[in-house]
């Protein structure tokens, strides 16, 4: 069963737009999610993750993510893309009793333009 | 503090040889995970070890294994070398807290098979 969905392999943005990408989760028991980035030739690096402290979580770069259990969504948002942005973003949760194991979803790509 | 390294960053190998891949978690950490990424299936769980003793496994073939050592840095090795064992081989460490821990995952190592 699929723990983690994101919605959309690519996404463009124009620079200065809103970023949104799409991340669902299914669970009946609200899970510890994250959100990692991953830039060509790297390794993944965490932005944010919730913990259940509070639903809106602010990350690094200027991302947030909000919690809303009733939409079971982590969708990651950014006022205003930069080039930088440039990258694959994983949603990535760990289910209760998962022990320490993350289930990713399969990725979003995003590009910026000019 | 120094980051999660992985080494070699990248390695050729010709089928049914066997490989070796090491890393070293962020100081303090004890728990290691390792997860294998392809185009294909995208980022997926192997295994995780913390204080030398496998603790999470994925769903891979015995072939791949691990181990952890006493100053918590981990090695996977893949044996009899199949085409689709060609991938991004990474790592992530993480700090055991309590049962919500967060990995911080090395720059990987890329392995092609031939």
């Known amino acids: 069963a699929q723990s983690v969905t994101q919605l959309g392999s690519h996404v463009s943005v124009s620079e200065g737009a809103l970023v949104l990408l799409r991340c669902n989760y299914s669970s009946s028991v609200p899970p510890y999610l994250f959100w990692y980035v991953q830039y060509p030739n790297q390794g993944l690096q965490l932005l944010l993750k919730y913990t259940s402290a509070a639903t809106l979580v602010k990350g690094i770069n200027g991302f947030e993510a909000e919690f809303k259990k009733s939409e079971t969504s982590f969708h990651l948002t950014k006022p205003s893309a930069h080039m930088s942005d440039a990258a694959e973003y994983f949603c990535?949760?760990?289910?209760?009793?998962?022990?320490?194991?993350?289930?990713f979803g399969t990725g979003t790509q995003l590009k910026v333009e000019l | 503090k120094a980051g999660v390294t992985q080494t070699p960053r990248y390695l050729i190998k010709t089928r049914g040889q066997q490989v070796t891949l090491s890393c070293s978690p962020i100081s303090g950490h004890r728990s290691v995970s390792w997860y294998q990424q392809t185009p294909g299936q995208g980022l997926q769980f192997l295994f995780e070890y913390f204080s030398e003793t496998q603790r999470n496994k994925g769903n891979f073939p015995g072939r791949f294994s691990g181990r952890q050592f006493s100053n918590s840095r981990s090695e996977m090795n893949v044996s009899t070398l199949e085409l689709g064992d060609s991938a991004l081989y990474l790592c992530a460490s993480s700090l055991v807290t309590g049962h919500q821990e967060t990995q911080y995952f090395g720059p990987g190592t890329r392995l092609l098979v031939l």
């Open positions: 990535a949760v760990i289910l209760t009793g998962g022990g320490n194991k993350l289930t």
